[in-house]
Structure formats: structure tokens, C-alpha cells
């Protein structure tokens, strides 16, 4: 896919692929698609050492760079038009044939990047694994991404490979190239055309289901420090998938929430009792289920009064639904970025090369209407579903607190029972 733009100095390339950490399960050890993310980097044909490869792409300028997620992996070139044709050639290489060498070099950064991650006391500090452990804690969702010092160890050559060959596939991917004139569409077939002939056909890629949730959960992390992280997650089942009618109604509840200093939570706690310094609520939306999270921080003696606040807010926000003012606003703010998201190709070819994948036909116009035609009475009937105690999960990461775990999970049920 194509999308040009004359009038703009700026080219994006992306290689998107529905592959993560979700499929990591039987001959695939925990761990292996980020370890794959890494190793691509390791050299191609044309450019078969590390050092070379990455020379190559730095002589271009502008930013290469992967992400593995866990039900994607992305990789990207963000730079500037005139080196397009050369971008597109080089990159082509470098998704084609990986050398996969030096993986002993590689899996040492990899433990590295797992140490960042992991606190004095052994426990990861990323708080949307520990969220994942509470909603789908039998699925491979609840696996961390970067896998364990265990499962790091067993991932060698032919591990690498054989996810590469199971899910690397032309029908399993999405080029998508924001920028530069029409010409560049004969560049990008004549560049990666050549990769359906490498590959047999293999069966579409599926996630098995996920275990059913039923809440409140908690989960109380050891930290030192003298605050505690919060995270707040609400599951939104199959009904509040990416692609689902729910979505723009999730996404203008979360601007309702935490957009601006007038947004309910900001104003209550943050400007009116000073509990937090900053909070922010956003969706996690994959292909099959999603959530709406809240994440914030508080002082170690205001952890009671902050969950006691914001359930409080919660629960009269599902009992009574947003205003009218309120729901406006956060269609204005909403429409006003996707005005402005075609200024961003990072942005747009990230997006459409998912949707690509996924089947999707994608419009901005269509996206637009379909924001400002959502109600009120749509809104908070999504409070209601999603704000009660069954949909619930809480983690909070910091020191120990007596009976830490115990107040949370009653401020939950007293807070939106």
C-alpha cells in the first residue's frame, strides 16, 4: 500500500506483520518474536554484519526501528522523501534475508533490556504484564514479551527460524509507505513483489480464544520507592474489540476521563484534592477483546483516599453517563488529531498497514462521522457495562502496606457495587 503526498518532505516505510508474543506457545519458547525483532537487525544479503546493515540505513538519515507487541510486530523507517527509492530497496533486503547471526551478542542485549525491566526484588515493573496475569492468566497474553532468563536460553538458530518461516509470510504481512509521488508504487512492487515466490503458502494465522474473566482481581507488586504505581484496568470483552462499533465510543470515554485539566478525573484529583500529579486513561484494544485502563500515581499515606476518590467517580460516571458538554468536547479534541494525523505518517502507516491485515478498509471521513454521531445514551451504557466489580482489575506497585491487597480489592467492590 501506498499512500502518497507530494506536498510533504517526509517518508515513512513499515513492514507490519500479525505475529507477537500471543502465538509464543509449543515449538515457539517464550520470547522468540521479540528475539526474532532483535535478530533482523543482525545483517541482510547485500549487507551481511550488524555494523554494516545499520550503516547502510544511517548514511539515509532518518530512524529505523521495530516493535514486537503481542499480537503484532512492526518494522519502520521514518526519513525524508528524496532517499524513498533507496529506503524501499534497503529495506526490502533486510525483511528478505536475515543472516541471523551473532545471537549470542544478541541474546546478552536481550537480558540486558530484561534487567531494566525487573526490580530489586526480582519483579517486573511493567505493569501491563501484571495486568495481563490477573485478566488471562492461563493464556499466553499473561507471558511477558521479552520472555524469562528460562526461556531466553533455550531460543537458538532453528528457533528463530522456524517462527520466521510459520509467520514471516507474505499473506501475514502489510507493507505500507506514506510520502513521496505515484512512482514509488512500481519501487515497492518491484522491491518486495519477489518475497511471495519465497515462501510456501501457510494456513492464516489465528490466536486462540481467551479465558474467561470474571473479577474483581488484584495484585500488589513489590517496589521500592516512595509512591505507588497504579494501573486500573476494565475488560471490555468481545464486544470492545479494535474494530468493533464500541471503539470510538471507548475512545471518547477516555477523553471524558483523563483529556485535558477539565476532564473528570484531572479536575477531581488532581486540581481539586491534589492527589496525583498526573493521570491518564487510554484503551488497549486487540483483535478479540479490549480494556479501558487508568493509570496514575499517589504518595504512599494517600493510596486509601486515592482509590476511595476514583472509584467514587467511576461510579457516578456509570450511574449518570457524561454530559452533554462533556461528550462535545471530547468529539471536538478527537476530531481535531484525526484532522491532523495525516501530518504524521508514522502515525497513518502504522494504522493502515494494520487495518490491511486485518481486512479493514479504512476512512478518515467515515472515522470522523462516526465519532460525531456517537450519543450520550451510548456512552453511558458502555459505563455501565464495563464500570462494576466483575470487569475489575487492579494492580498497584510500590511497598508493602499492611492488608494492601485486601483494601484494594474493597475499594473496588464499595466503590462501583
Not at 551473532?102 to 517486573?124: A, C, F
Not at 489465528?206 to 482481581?217: C, Q
Not at 479504512?362 to 455501565?384: F, G, I, M, P, Q
Not at 482489575?393 to 466503590?415: F, N, Q, T, W, Y
Request: negative net charge; charged residues 25%.
Amino acid at each position: 500500500m501506498h499512500v502518497p503526498q507530494v506536498h510533504d518532505d517526509h517518508f515513512f516505510l513499515g513492514v507490519m506483520l500479525k505475529a507477537g508474543s500471543r502465538l509464543e506457545k509449543g515449538k515457539h519458547p517464550q520470547g522468540v518474536s521479540h528475539f526474532l525483532e532483535h535478530m533482523m537487525f543482525r545483517g541482510s544479503a547485500r549487507y551481511p554484519e550488524f555494523t554494516r546493515l545499520a550503516e547502510a540505513f544511517e548514511w539515509l538519515g532518518g530512524e529505523w526501528n521495530a516493535a514486537t507487541g503481542h499480537e503484532h510486530t512492526e518494522y519502520w523507517y521514518a526519513g525524508i522523501r528524496h532517499t524513498a527509492s533507496d529506503v524501499i530497496e534497503l529495506f526490502a533486503d533486510f525483511m528478505a534475508h536475515p543472516q541471523l547471526t551473532d545471537i549470542e551478542v544478541e541474546r546478552q542485549i536481550i537480558l540486558r533490556e530484561l534487567d531494566g525491566e525487573t526490580n530489586d526484588h526480582g519483579h517486573s515493573t511493567d505493569l501491563d504484564y501484571h495486568i495481563a496475569t490477573l485478566l488471562w492468566p492461563t493464556s499466553t497474553v499473561a507471558q511477558p514479551i521479552l520472555g524469562t532468563r528460562a526461556s531466553l536460553a533455550k531460543i537458538d538458530q532453528a528457533a528463530l527460524k522456524r517462527y520466521r518461516d510459520a509467520y514471516y509470510v507474505p499473506h501475514n504481512m502489510a507493507v505500507c509507505a506514506v510520502g513521496g509521488d505515484a512512482s514509488l508504487r512500481k519501487v515497492l512492487a518491484k522491491h518486495f513483489s519477489p518475497l511471495r515466490q519465497e515462501y510456501a503458502a501457510k494456513p492464516r494465522v489465528t490466536f486462540t480464544s481467551l479465558p474467561k474473566f470474571v473479577g474483581p482481581a488484584v495484585k500488589w507488586v513489590e517496589h521500592s520507592d516512595n509512591e505507588y504505581e497504579i494501573k486500573l484496568s476494565f475488560l471490555g470483552g468481545r464486544t470492545c474489540h479494535e474494530w468493533s462499533t464500541n471503539a470510538q465510543p471507548l475512545q471518547l470515554l477516555t477523553r471524558i476521563l483523563a483529556d485535558g485539566f477539565c476532564s473528570r478525573l484531572a479536575r477531581r484529583l488532581r486540581e481539586e484534592l491534589g492527589l496525583v500529579y498526573d493521570i491518564d486513561a487510554h484503551t488497549t484494544l486487540g483483535l478479540d477483546t479490549g480494556t479501558l485502563d487508568i493509570s496514575a500515581s499517589c504518595a504512599q499515606d494517600q493510596l486509601d483516599e486515592f482509590l476511595g476518590e476514583l472509584f467514587a467517580l467511576l461510579k457516578r460516571l456509570a450511574t449518570t453517563g457524561p454530559s452533554e458538554d462533556e461528550l462535545q468536547r471530547a468529539i471536538v479534541r478527537t476530531v481535531v488529531d484525526m484532522e491532523l494525523s495525516p501530518t504524521s505518517p508514522e502515525l497513518m502507516g502504522t494504522r493502515l498497514g494494520w487495518a490491511q491485515l486485518a481486512g479493514r478498509r479504512l476512512s478518515l471521513a467515515a472515522e470522523r462521522d462516526s465519532v460525531k454521531a456517537v450519543t450520550v445514551a451510548a456512552v453511558a451504557s458502555l459505563c455501565r457495562r464495563l464500570m462494576r466489580p466483575e470487569t475489575t482489575a487492579l494492580v498497584v506497585m510500590g511497598p508493602s502496606g499492611k492488608d494492601i491487597e485486601k483494601r484494594m480489592k474493597r475499594a473496588i467492590v464499595h466503590g462501583l457495587s
